[in-house]
Structure formats: C-alpha cells, structure tokens
C-alpha cells in the first residue's frame, strides 16, 4: 500500500474536521444550534459595526463638551479680566452717591444765604489748578465773586459768568490775586483774623497772613471764612494749619495752610448766593 503524500494527509484532516463538525451539529437540538449561531452573529456585529459606530458616536460627543467648555473658559477669562473695571465703576458710582448724600445734608446756617448747587463740567489739565466750569449760570441767579463750595468746604469763588455756565477761579490758583478773609479757629470761643494771600504749589499749602502775632497758632486748628470780605458768609472751612512762621520786620505772622481734603476729586460744588440776589 502506497503511502499518502503530504497533501493528500491536509485534504484529509480538513475533510475529517467538517464531518466532525457536522456529526457534532447533528447530535444537538435545534434550538440550541439556533442560538449559537444567533450568538455569533450578534457579537460579530457588535464589534464590526456597533462598538465602531458607538465610539465615533461617543468621541463627538466629547469633542462638542470640551468644545463648549472651552468657550465657558474663554468668557469666564474675560469676565475676570473686566473686574477691576467694574470695580473702579463701581467704586466711581460709590464715591458720587457719597457726595450727593453729603451735599444733601447740608444746609446754610445764615439765612441771608442759600445754596445752588451745581456739576463740575469741565476741568483742564493744564488749568487743573486754576478753574473748573460748572452748569449753573446767570439764570440761575449766579453772580461773579460769590464763593464756592465742595461738599467738604470753600474752593473758589465765581470769576465770570454765562447764561448757563460759569467759571471758578480756585483758592489753589497760582496767580497770587485770589484773596479771602479768614479766620483761624483758635478754641469754641475765640479766633484770630487774617487774610489768604496765596497758594504755594511746591508746598501744597495756602498762605495765610495773620494780623495777630499773640495768638497761639497750633498745627491742625480749622482755618474757615471769617465772612468780612462780603459777598459770602462766615465759616466755611478752607483747611487746617500745617505750620507757622513768625514775621521779623512787621506784626503778623505767615500761616500755611493746608487744603481740604477732597480738594484734587470734588465733582459737585455750591455756589453760596445772597437770597435778595435771586
């Protein structure tokens, strides 16, 4: 008997393997049959087409989450980075209730007087000591020299007038023409008279020429309007005494005087007017 070549022996172990199979087929029920075949199938396309399609499903998902993730951190970025503008809005707003709030608190103590109260509309920077305008004008009663005032104390007096606009010419001009009468507040009953000459820029002070030189001036007494110049009335305060200097060859001595304190950031004035002017 011949013997098998090797490609006759693969031929046959493939044929003994199918009718294997197939004997192995037979002697199973049919629905146990059915339901391997049924399982098969199910797996084969579970990873063929459902797991596939459910992860590309899935990664777009994902993309569009951190997509729109992405654009929350983008506008929370830029809501962060607009903070200290709302806070300096805010604080802006704060700061002119503030002010109105103030300035509604106050009333003239003199009845020969009232007050108009006006905005600050304009203040150049290269004038920014000198003057500001404000929005009230002749038809509102006002005239020129009477004083005006911040929600802290005297700032000014009216230098000219419009219709509806005037121009304050400030205690803190550097023209040396601006003079007050003044009086420093020596305790609740005595004070000791003089007049404001002019403000000394390097300093940051007013200087002020007391007639007295026995009086005890102190640094921090209350320098205010001592009403005999006419045109405004006593005690509006002007600022505090920073130092003294004694005069050698006259009587009197030299007072600075420092302004009030919201001088440089007032945006709302009083223009104190005689009630027969109005």
């Not at 994902?62 to 200290?84: I, Q, T």
Request: aromatic content about 8%; some cysteine; hydrophobic content about 35%.
């Amino acid at each position: 008997m011949s013997k098998l070549n090797r490609f006759q022996k693969i031929i046959l172990g493939v044929i003994a393997f199918f009718v294997m199979i197939g004997i192995l087929l037979r002697s199973m029920s049919g629905s146990v049959t059915s339901n391997i075949g049924y399982d098969v199938v199910t797996m084969l396309k579970y990873a063929l087409i459902d797991y596939p399609t459910e992860t590309v499903k899935n990664l777009f998902s994902d993309f569009a989450n951190l997509w729109s993730v992405n654009e929350e951190n983008d506008r929370l970025r830029y809501e962060l980075s607009k903070n200290p503008s709302y806070k300096a809005k805010y604080v802006n707003e704060k700061q002119k209730n503030a002010e109105l709030e103030e300035a509604l608190g106050i009333k003239t103590s003199d009845d020969t007087y009232k007050r108009t109260w006006a905005k600050v509309i304009l203040r150049d920077q290269a004038t920014w000591n000198n003057e500001i305008t404000i929005d009230k004008g002749s038809k509102e009663g006002i005239k020129a020299g009477m004083a005006v005032e911040s929600t802290n104390g005297m700032v000014g007096k009216i230098k000219s007038v419009s219709a509806h606009t005037s121009v304050v010419k400030l205690l803190t001009s550097e023209d040396k023409l601006n003079s007050a009468s003044i009086k420093i507040l020596l305790d609740e009953k005595k004070s000791s008279l003089g007049v404001l000459q002019s403000y000394d820029v390097k300093r940051g002070c007013y200087i002020v020429l007391l007639f007295d030189d026995s009086s005890e001036i102190k640094k921090g007494m209350q320098v205010v309007t001592s009403g005999k110049g006419g045109g405004y009335p006593s005690g509006l305060l002007i600022g505090t005494v920073d130092s003294v200097q004694a005069l050698s060859n006259q009587t009197g001595q030299t007072i600075y005087v420092r302004p009030i304190d919201d001088f440089q950031t007032f945006s709302v004035v009083s223009v104190i007017v005689e009630k027969g002017d109005e």
